[in-house]
């Protein structure tokens, strides 16, 4: 889940400067930019969990029905990298340095998330503060769905899938307003 969501962001964070000439020669609709993006992710990530599957299958691990949370749960990552790929991309259209930025800011954010580490290890008085973390449900249920064979926790999924869709909306709200003016800007 996490490299598909760093895949995502790292990808929109450049996409519209990289993609500047073919945006300033050809009309076309710009929106397609991201869902290319997130599309290439999406098959990069696929054959990625079939490699998984096997590893698991390997060792003994067949797969089981619990799996198919992974359906809504890639949906609420996928909403949640382009929410925020499409805001950081336009941001970086006009604020180079967010490009600069985001990259350092997306390894510190894996260091805080329980992703090479369980989450019952963090002391009580951080857990509140690891709260806020969007990518820590996510992660919590992948999980739970993959290794320990149970139902994610829908309550703290809905919560997140509700942020993820702000995001998204947010995000396609700043594309729409930002998309005359990057042509200009690029």
């Known amino acids: 889940a996490w490299s598909y969501f760093a895949e995502i962001i790292s990808r929109c964070l450049t ?3 990289d993609q500047g000439n073919l945006m300033k020669k050809m009309r076309f609709p710009r929106i397609t930019l991201p869902v290319i993006v997130a599309g ?4 990069n990530y696929v054959l990625l969990f079939a490699s998984i599957l096997l590893v698991f299958a390997a060792l003994g691990q067949w797969p089981h ?4 949370w ?3 749960l890639t949906l609420v990552v996928t909403a949640l990298a382009v929410g925020l790929g499409l805001i950081l991309g336009v941001l970086n259209v ?3 340095d967010v490009g600069q930025v985001i990259p350092i800011l997306l390894q510190v954010w894996f260091w805080f998330t329980p992703i090479v580490y369980p989450v019952n290890i963090i002391p009580e008085q951080f857990k509140s503060v690891m709260g806020i973390n969007p ?3 996510i992660v919590t249920a992948y999980h739970d769905v993959l290794v320990y064979a149970r139902a994610p926790d829908l309550q703290s999924m809905a919560v997140t899938a509700a942020v993820a869709a702000g995001l998204m ?3 396609l ?3 729409r307003r930002a998309a005359p003016e990057m042509v200009d800007v690029l």
């Open 40 to 43: 290439s992710c999406l098959l």
């Open 65 to 68: 029905w619990q799996m198919l």
């Open 15 to 17: 996409l519209f400067i």
């Open 135 to 137: 990518m820590l449900p």
């Open 173 to 175: 709200f700043m594309f």
């Open 94 to 96: 006009f604020v180079r």
């Open 169 to 171: 909306l947010l995000g």
């Open 70 to 72: 992974l359906i809504p």
